[in-house]
């Protein structure tokens, strides 16, 4: 197999051949990369069409590609998709066939995959079973039914894919206090706290917090900040309260001035020195650890922030305000307490109550006031 690019061009084309038959065509992509992933789909395409069931015989690297090339490029999170594609053929084989893997094969896949650390800007730490279970089990599961449904793979083996996934860590449901909000403002640095209160406002990700002069924007006097370079490669965008609004467009403007490239900075005597991740992170930590809240995490705040933008809104509003794709992943994020089951149970009593005219003990209301 083979892409390159023509004298005089900066696109690739491919070229290989099958049997007696050479193929040639273009990628359409400047990058060898996705070059090699539009080429491995149009020989599994073609390979497809020419051999008896030819999707059970497709390699996993021609099926990553093919699944890749009708479905995840389609995605907003495209690039994840290819990292997610390319764990899965380094951890199961790029030769090993759709047709020769079973259990077994996606529980040495995960195993692989477990051994791989994630790499942060904090540095590098374990793998997450949640991780795994999506990156190898669910992606793999996913492309082995299109094998099936879609391609007309026949020769499949049955898999366990429940008794393969991990057993992930049930999601933290920590929602904060106002007692412990001021705690921890108390605790931490007056500079620093603009920044904590934002983050727990509008639930943004710590590591997306550092946005750009240019990414604050005002149109028609709605103040909106642009969220790029998330963790799934996607952009959102958030819409700012007045008084926030009002006072990010006065931080752009002094970061402009200052030529700094992130609108969060702390004065000091030799002028706007810039924050990073690392000293906010820090100093956050060294506040919750100050503040006695030991079983605190930074990312709590977006927790927090999910559950009351719910609380208040719903789950749609709090679904599009932290960016999330799929509102079950917003469910997971959202804490119902004791006393929002306890409110919603008044509400619905309360309303039984003035349809039939009841009270708590049964008696009509109209009777207990004397009416007839």
């Given at each position: 197999m083979?892409?390159?690019?023509?004298?005089?061009?900066?696109?690739y084309?491919y070229?290989?051949?099958?049997?007696?038959?050479?193929?040639?065509?273009?990628?359409?992509?400047?990058?060898?990369?996705?070059a090699?992933?539009v080429?491995?789909?149009?020989?599994?395409k073609?390979?497809?069409?020419?051999?008896?069931?030819?999707?059970?015989?497709m390699t996993?690297d021609?099926?990553?590609?093919l699944?890749?090339?009708?479905?995840?490029?389609?995605?907003p999170?495209?690039?994840?998709w290819?990292?997610s594609?390319?764990?899965?053929?380094?951890?199961?084989?790029?030769?090993?066939?759709l047709?020769?893997?079973?259990t077994?094969?996606?529980?040495?896949?995960?195993?692989?995959?477990?051994?791989?650390?994630m790499?942060t800007?904090?540095?590098s730490?374990?793998?997450?079973?949640?991780t795994?279970n999506r990156?190898?089990?669910?992606?793999?599961?996913r492309i082995?039914?299109?094998?099936?449904?879609?391609?007309?793979?026949?020769?499949?083996?049955?898999i366990?894919?429940?008794?393969?996934?991990?057993t992930?860590?049930?999601?933290?449901?920590?929602e904060i206090?106002?007692e412990?909000?001021?705690?921890?403002?108390?605790?931490?640095r007056?500079?620093?706290?603009?920044?904590?209160?934002?983050?727990?406002?509008?639930?943004?990700?710590?590591?997306?917090?550092?946005?750009?002069?240019?990414?604050?924007?005002?149109?028609?006097?709605?103040?909106s900040?642009?969220?790029?370079?998330?963790?799934?490669?996607?952009t959102?965008?958030?819409?700012?309260?007045p008084?926030?609004?009002?006072?990010?467009?006065?931080?752009?403007?002094?970061?402009?001035?200052?030529?700094?490239?992130?609108?969060?900075?702390?004065?000091?005597?030799?002028?706007?020195?810039?924050?990073?991740?690392?000293?906010?992170?820090?100093?956050?930590?060294?506040?919750?650890?100050?503040?006695?809240?030991?079983d605190?995490?930074?990312?709590d705040?977006?927790?927090?922030?999910?559950t009351?933008?719910?609380?208040?809104?719903?789950?749609?509003?709090?679904?599009?305000?932290?960016g999330?794709?799929?509102?079950?992943?917003?469910?997971?994020?959202?804490?119902?307490?004791?006393?929002?089951?306890?409110d919603?149970?008044?509400?619905?009593k309360?309303?039984g109550?003035?349809?039939?005219?009841?009270?708590?003990?049964?008696n009509?209301?109209?009777?207990?006031?004397?009416?007839?």
């Amino acid at each position: 197999m083979s892409v390159y690019r023509p004298r005089g061009t900066d696109r690739y084309v491919y070229e290989f051949q099958i049997g007696n038959k050479r193929y040639y065509g273009p990628t359409g992509t400047t990058e060898k990369s996705a070059a090699k992933l539009v080429e491995r789909a149009a020989r599994a395409k073609i390979e497809a069409g020419i051999k008896p069931d030819a999707a059970s015989e497709m390699t996993i690297d021609a099926a990553c590609a093919l699944w890749f090339d009708e479905v995840g490029k389609h995605q907003p999170s495209a690039k994840n998709w290819e990292r997610s594609l390319d764990l899965i053929i380094d951890c199961v084989g790029a030769s090993l066939k759709l047709k020769e893997i079973s259990t077994a094969t996606v529980a040495e896949a995960v195993r692989q995959r477990r051994l791989i650390p994630m790499v942060t800007k904090a540095g590098s730490r374990p793998v997450k079973a949640a991780t795994v279970n999506r990156q190898v089990v669910d992606l793999l599961k996913r492309i082995m039914r299109r094998a099936e449904i879609v391609w007309g793979a026949k020769s499949l083996q049955r898999i366990d894919w429940r008794a393969v996934r991990m057993t992930e860590a049930q999601p933290r449901e920590r929602e904060i206090a106002d007692e412990e909000h001021e705690r921890l403002d108390a605790a931490l640095r007056a500079d620093f706290r603009p920044f904590r209160a934002f983050l727990s406002t509008y639930g943004v990700r710590l590591g997306e917090m550092f946005f750009a002069p240019a990414d604050v924007y005002d149109v028609g006097g709605q103040v909106s900040i642009r969220i790029r370079d998330r963790k799934d490669g996607s952009t959102y965008v958030i819409v700012l309260l007045p008084e926030d609004g009002r006072l990010m467009l006065a931080r752009k403007s002094r970061a402009v001035a200052a030529g700094l490239d992130t609108v969060w900075f702390r004065e000091t005597k030799r002028g706007l020195r810039p924050m990073t991740y690392n000293s906010i992170r820090l100093a956050l930590r060294r506040a919750i650890k100050r503040a006695g809240l030991s079983d605190l995490t930074i990312h709590d705040h977006r927790h927090d922030a999910a559950t009351k933008i719910t609380r208040e809104a719903g789950i749609a509003v709090a679904q599009a305000q932290l960016g999330h794709a799929d509102i079950g992943t917003t469910r997971r994020y959202v804490k119902v307490s004791t006393k929002d089951r306890l409110d919603a149970l008044a509400r619905v009593k309360s309303r039984g109550i003035s349809r039939d005219g009841s009270s708590e003990d049964g008696n009509s209301v109209s009777n207990q006031s004397g009416g007839v």
